[in-house]
């Protein structure tokens, strides 16, 4: 899962329906569900908020704009991330790193 920036929401993959859930902290309840790829496993959000980005299980990454809870692009990421679990982290320009631990590679996306 992810956080806000400012703590106000959490992004939770559910892998098993290919969602991502968009929860308010201030009354920990569910307020969207966004549709992304196949089983995605982790979310990690932007530095400045405005994107959340989902790793899936069908070897893509969908890219979430938090200010609509909608999915804006998808990029493909290979190998398939379901060859192994996938940690994603993002620098402080943006840039997302995904990192397939079964086969130890790590994918760059550079978002402009």
Known sequence: MGVSPDGSRVYVANRSSSTVSVI???TNSVIGTVKVGKGPRAVVITPDGSRAYAA???DSVSVIDTA???VVDTFAVDPQPEKGDHYMAVGSDGTVYVVDT???VLRV???S
């Open 24 to 26: 308010d902290t201030a």
């Open 56 to 58: 899936n299980s069908n």
């Open 68 to 70: 609509t809870n909608t």
């Open 102 to 104: 079964k086969d130890r």
């Open 109 to 111: 996306i550079t978002v």
